[in-house]
Structure formats: structure tokens, C-alpha cells
């Protein structure tokens, strides 16, 4: 427990639960300051603390035995300079609602992810993602933070004014500082469509037709179940810049209604998907922001392998499918493109996220998991880090050539580890 005595105007019983049910965010206190003075100064008292997001990570990145805080209760300070392009935004609000203002303003995201409900401050220090081969992470738009030092110090760091070390200060798994707000590029308003296709051929699986699929959009999902066929492709087209897809593309047939990508779930919750156009924010995640895509009770993993080779990498894992199918609800193949951001999954390299969407089941999966990083290790996969995996923290870190770098920045800023967490120390080293 934290020493700091919980003030009722921003402290909280208990940290409580991911949204999967399967991490404990530890005994807190948790906090929920309303302004950023409140914050300064409970991260100046503070010995250790860690700040908490939506609480969608699957991993333990979040957790942690001492204090942690939650930006929730921030005010949004939604800030949009329409001729730069930018919004400056609390690193509370989520996605969907910052989506939706800036629609007002005339812009929008140029990327969003399959969920809307995740805030932009947690998402951004995980390296979330959504999908296209000209789309990089979430993180990539960041162009500015305000940042929160052990000292309680508030610094506004910039692409343009800090360019030596930037690039390793976004995307820093929560280990330099609580961040308060961020400035993100946008792009003007425009309009998409959304269709899925079915049952594509066994034979589609090669590495040519594969690619044409990823490539058939603006962003594509697509989802399978490790018995050697596409199920699903999820096509996502901006208006007036992609061609429309046949009724039948690359051997799999339009669906005539709406589906979801876990089979027999309703498809209530999921974006439109008749291919009547609609404004982006409505069709680039999955899911609509309006609803609780689900129940939570799974578990996700997720690697990152070079995209010119995710053909070889499925069929490297496929040989598990008989073992894979019983634990899965279902898997997803999605790309990113290439980034500089030091600790990004898709750090220098165009990347397919070959993505697992589990069943709750928890030892099953931690057993399987092994054998599945096994096969894609000739690939160089990169885990994501809000997910669920047991690669050793030797080999992550191999993946990451400005480890270095990021490692002497944290000294820096955050020389007593007072952001840190047994997770982020076993994977960076202490």
C-alpha cells in the first residue's frame, strides 16, 4: 500500500480488474485526481506509482503492488487546430469520443482500433494498432506530451523540439512519467464503406493472394480459426479512393447480413458492414462505441511478424490447429505499416499481427503458448506488450536495437524507478 494518505476528492478503494477479468491490478489505492495539480502532486508524494488506462490490457503491464492512478476523471481539453490539423487531448478520453468531436470539427483519425472505447493515453503507451498496409500505430500520430516526472514536474515534450529522443518517449510502456495530454496529427473528414466476404478457398492461403487480400482496402481484417481457410475479411474502403469489391473477391462470397468475427455471437454490436458509405469513425473500428462489444471473458496474444512473410508464418503455426481450435474463439491477421517509435512492435519494419482472440482459459493457454512462439521464431516476432505471451525477456529485447537508448532516457527521467512494475523490469531490465 501507498503511504500517500487517499484524499476523497481523487482516491479510490481498490484498482479492481481487467475488463477480461484475468489481471488484478493490485491492492492500490487507486487514485482519480481532477486536475493536473492534483496529480503533480500526488506523483511528488508518491514513492512508486503506475498509471491505468481503460484496464483492456490482456498482460500485466499496468499492475502493480504500489499506488496507481487513472486519468479518467481529467477534464478532456479537447483542443483541435484545424488548420494543423491537430487535436490536443486529455490522455483520458477514449478514441470513440475524440472521433466523434473531431468529426464536428471537420477531421478525423487517420487509424483507429477494432475497439473505440480504449483511451488514447493507454493506447499510445502500449503500441495499439489498427490495420492497413499504409497505417502506422496509434503511437505514430502522436506529436507532442505533456509528461508528469517522478519530481511531479510537468514537461511538454515535442516531435519538433525534442527530435533526438522523441521517438522513444511515446511509446515508453508508462516508465517515464504520467502523461496528462497529447497533440495527435489528423487528417481532413472523409467518407467509408464496410464489407466483409466468406469461406474463402483453402488454396487462398499462399503468400500472393494473401497479400492482395491485406492489400484490398484501407484497412482489412482477417480472420480465421487455424483450419487452413480464411473465414472472414473485413474490408474497410475510403469513398472515392478504392475500388468497390466484386460479389465474390479472391474466391470468398459478400455475406448477405451482418456477421461478427467470433462465430455465434450476434452482430449487434459490430460497425455497419453493408457497404453503404458512412463517416470514418463509424467504420474503421469493429466494434460501436455505443456498446460493450462483448463480455470480456478472453485472452488475447498477439505477434508481430514482417509483413512480406506472414504467409510462411501461419503455415509454420498451422500444424497446431487441432490444438489451437479448442482454446480459440478466433484469430486475426491484420497489417501495420513500419514506424520509428523505439519500443514499437513495428519499430523499422512493415508488420502482419498475427492475433489471437482466447478462451478463458488461462493455464491452457500459458501451455500452449510456447510451442506457437516456437514456430514464428524464425520470423523474428515482436509480442505486443498489452497482450499475453511467455517469450523470454532476452529474446524480447533482441527485437528492439534502441533498447539502449530508451533504457538510458529512463535513467534520465525516471532514474528511481518510481513508474516502474515488476512487468515492464522483467521485460527491459531493471
Known amino acids: 500500500m501507498s503511504p500517500i494518505s487517499p484524499s476523497p476528492d481523487h482516491a479510490l478503494e481498490r484498482p479492481g480488474r481487467s475488463w ?18 492534483q ?29 496507481l492512478v487513472t486519468l479518467a476523471k481529467l477534464p478532456s481539453d479537447l483542443q483541435f487546430d484545424t488548420a494543423a490539423r491537430t487535436v490536443r487531448v486529455g490522455a483520458g478520453v477514449r478514441y470513440g469520443e475524440l472521433a466523434l468531436a473531431a468529426a464536428d470539427a471537420g477531421l478525423a483519425l487517420a487509424t483507429m482500433g477494432s475497439l473505440p472505447h480504449i483511451s488514447v493515453g493507454g493506447a499510445s503507451a502500449t503500441g495499439t494498432h489498427g490495420s492497413g498496409d499504409h497505417h502506422r500505430s496509434l503511437s505514430s500520430s502522436v506529436r507532442a506530451i505533456d509528461l508528469v516526472t517522478a519530481e511531479g514536474d510537468l514537461l511538454t515534450l515535442s516531435r519538433d523540439q525534442n527530435p533526438e529522443d522523441f521517438d522513444g518517449m511515446v511509446l515508453a510502456l508508462g516508465t517515464l512519467g504520467i502523461v496528462t495530454h497529447l497533440t495527435l496529427d489528423l487528417v481532413p473528414a472523409f467518407t467509408m464503406r464496410q464489407s466483409v466476404h466468406l469461406d474463402f478457398p483453402a488454396d487462398r492461403m499462399n503468400g500472393e493472394d494473401l497479400g492482395g487480400m491485406l492489400a484490398g482496402g484501407y484497412s482489412v481484417s482477417l480472420f480465421h480459426h487455424w483450419d487452413g481457410h480464411i473465414a472472414q475479411a473485413w474490408v474497410k474502403q475510403a469513398v472515392g479512393v478504392d475500388e468497390e469489391l466484386p460479389q465474390t473477391w479472391f474466391g470468398g462470397h459478400r455475406a448477405t447480413a451482418p456477421v461478427h468475427p467470433l462465430p455465434g455471437m450476434p452482430a449487434d454490436f459490430c460497425t455497419d458492414q453493408t ?12 466494434f460501436r462505441l455505443e456498446f460493450t462489444p462483448s463480455n ?9 511478424v514482417p509483413r512480406g512473410q506472414v504467409a510462411q508464418a501461419l503455415a509454420a503455426v498451422m500444424p497446431l490447429g487441432e490444438r489451437i481450435r479448442p482454446l480459440l474463439h478466433a ?10 517509435l523505439w519500443l514499437s512492435p513495428a519499430y523499422q519494419r512493415d508488420s502482419a499481427c498475427v492475433h489471437f482472440t ?28 498489452g497482450k499475453v505471451f511467455t517469450t523470454a525477456p532476452d529474446a524480447v529485447r533482441e527485437q528492439y536495437p534502441r533498447l539502449p537508448e530508451f533504457l538510458a532516457l529512463r535513467d534520465r527521467l525516471d532514474a528511481g524507478r518510481k513508474f516502474s512494475n515488476a512487468y515492464v523490469d522483467r521485460l527491459l531490465g531493471e
Not at 487514485?31 to 495539480?37: I, L, T
Not at 500452449?368 to 521464431?377: D, G, H, K, Q, W
Open 20 to 37: 477480461s477479468g484475468t489481471v488484478d491490478y493490485g491492492p492500490g489505492p487507486l487514485h482519480a485526481p481532477e486536475s493536473v495539480a
Open 39 to 67: 496529480l503533480q502532486a500526488l506523483v511528488a508524494a508518491a514513492p512508486r506509482i503506475r498509471a491505468l488506462g481503460t484496464r483492456h490490457s490482456f498482460s500485466e503491464i499496468a499492475a502493480s503492488d504500489a499506488a
Open 275 to 286: 457497404g453503404e458509405p458512412g463517416p470514418s469513425h463509424e467504420r474503421l473500428p469493429h
Open 296 to 304: 470480456g471473458e478472453e485472452i488475447q496474444s498477439e505477434y508481430f
Open 331 to 340: 484469430s486475426e491477421v491484420r497489417t501495420v505499416a513500419a514506424d520509428e
Open 358 to 385: 482466447w478462451k478463458q482459459l488461462p493455464r491452457e493457454v500459458d501451455a500452449l503458448l510456447p510451442e506457437i512462439e516456437e514456430r514464428l521464431a524464425p520470423f523474428a516476432p515482436r509480442p505486443h506488450w
